[in-house]
């Protein structure tokens, strides 16, 4: 069993930036592809971003490319998701997800079904 705990959220101005993390419990973080979703009212949950288990493969939907930036350590267990030049319609709970497959395909790890475990959610509010 894998525990999640999403943190970093808060309140910001357009413009403004914010770091995400979540902790991962297990020993077997390492083998685990990551990703980010995010949730907005009355909206369907939304991939964000995903990274390999080794860190060296990363994903982004096209709203957030050149934007936020997801990364890993492994020896911290631990997953971030940097968010710089945030915009309003970013308003939405993050979340944080863990694929102990290890991330079927570039396709598959942009699906929530990928993902066995998930985080309790951190809200994240951009103000115009």
């Known amino acids: 069993q894998v525990q999640l705990v999403e943190s970093g959220g808060g309140l910001v101005q357009a413009g403004g930036s914010l770091r995400l993390s979540c902790a991962a419990s297990?020993?077997?973080?390492?083998?685990?592809?990551m990703g980010w979703f995010r949730q907005a009212p009355g909206k369907e949950r939304e991939f964000v971003a995903a990274?390999?288990?080794?860190?060296?493969?990363?994903y982004y939907a096209d709203s957030v490319k050149g934007r936020f930036t997801i990364s890993r350590d492994n020896a911290k267990n631990t997953v971030y998701l940097q968010m710089n030049s945030l915009k309003p319609e970013d308003t939405a709970v993050y979340y944080c997800a863990a694929d102990p497959k290890g991330g079927s395909s570039p396709a598959a790890v942009r699906l929530g079904p990928e993902y066995d475990y998930w985080g309790q959610g951190t809200q994240v509010t951009v103000s115009s």
């Open positions: 990274i390999s288990w080794s860190g060296g493969s990363t």
């Open positions: 297990g020993r077997t973080f390492s083998s685990y592809a």
